[in-house]
C-alpha cells in the first residue's frame, strides 16, 4: 500500500460547481497537510496548509483533514476556469523528520 | 520579490554527459529540496539539505549528486550514471523544518536527453 493515495482522475466540472478533492494516507505519524495546485510546466504553488485535524477556510477553497480515518480533502466553492490545473496533496510528520510524501496529483479542468 | 529561481527552464543532454541545474532562494530558508516529477508519477525527493555543507539522500539520489555551499543555493548535478534523467526537475525550500513544513517550489527545469 503507498503512503499517500490520490485518485488521478481527470475529472471535469462545469464552471460554478463544487469541487470536491481527496487523499487517503496510511502512515498515522503524519500530522502536516499540504494541498498544491500545479499549472502545466509550471512548479507547484501552496494552496492550503494545515496542521492536524479539522477545517480550514482560504477564499473559494476549502481544505479537512480526519486524522482518525486518514483521509484529507479540498473543496473548490464556485469553481473557475482558471482553476483548471493539477492538484497535489502533500503530507510530512513534522517535527526533525519534515519530508514532505506527495499525491500523484488529480488533474481537475472546469470548462466554461 | 522574494523566490525561488530555477536555471534553465530547458536544457538538452547528450548521452554520456554531466549537466548542473541551478535553485537560487532568497526567501532566508535553511531547507532546500529536489524533486524528480514524471508523468503518472507524483514528486519524488531526489536530495534535500537542512543546513549549510550537510544534505542527505531522498528516495531516488542514484546517479545525481547536490552541493550547499550557500545558504540560498543548491545545484543539482544529474550524472551520467543516472539512466533515465529525461524528467521534470523541482527545486523547493522551506523554514526551520523543524518549525513548519511547508515548501515553496520553483518553475522547474525540463531536461531532456537527445
Known amino acids: 500500500q503507498k503512503e499517500v493515495e490520490q485518485d488521478p482522475g481527470p475529472l471535469s466540472v462545469p464552471e460554478g460547481a463544487i469541487v470536491s478533492l481527496n487523499c487517503t494516507y496510511s502512515?498515522?505519524?503524519?500530522?502536516?497537510f499540504m494541498w498544491y495546485r500545479q499549472y502545466s510546466r509550471k512548479g507547484p504553488e501552496l494552496l492550503m496548509y494545515t496542521y492536524s485535524s479539522g477545517n480550514k477556510e482560504d477564499g473559494r477553497f476549502t481544505a479537512q483533514v480526519d486524522k482518525s480515518s486518514k483521509y484529507i480533502s479540498l473543496f473548490i466553492r464556485d469553481s473557475q476556469p482558471s482553476d483548471s490545473a493539477t492538484y497535489l496533496c502533500a503530507m510530512s510528520r513534522g517535527g526533525s523528520n519534515y519530508k514532505l510524501t506527495f499525491g500523484k496529483g488529480t488533474l481537475l479542468t472546469v470548462n466554461p | 520579490d522574494g523566490g525561488i529561481t530555477q536555471s534553465p527552464k530547458y536544457l538538452f543532454r547528450k548521452e554520456g554527459q554531466n549537466v548542473t541545474l541551478s535553485c537560487e532562494q532568497n526567501l532566508n530558508h535553511d531547507a532546500m529540496y529536489w524533486y524528480r516529477q514524471d508523468p503518472g508519477q507524483g514528486l519524488r525527493l531526489i536530495y534535500y539539505?537542512?543546513?549549510?555543507?550537510?544534505?542527505q539522500k531522498g528516495d531516488i539520489a542514484e546517479g545525481y549528486s547536490v552541493s550547499r555551499e550557500k545558504k540560498e543555493s543548491f545545484p543539482l548535478t544529474v550524472t551520467s550514471a543516472q539512466k533515465n534523467p529525461t524528467a521534470f526537475y523541482l527545486c523547493?525550500?522551506?523554514?526551520?523544518?523543524?518549525?513548519?513544513?511547508?515548501?515553496?517550489f520553483g518553475q522547474g527545469t525540463r531536461l531532456t536527453v537527445v
Open positions: 502512515n498515522s505519524a503524519f500530522q502536516y
Open positions: 523547493a525550500s522551506s523554514k526551520a523544518p523543524t518549525v513548519n513544513t511547508e515548501a515553496f
Open positions: 539539505s537542512q543546513i549549510v555543507n550537510d544534505f
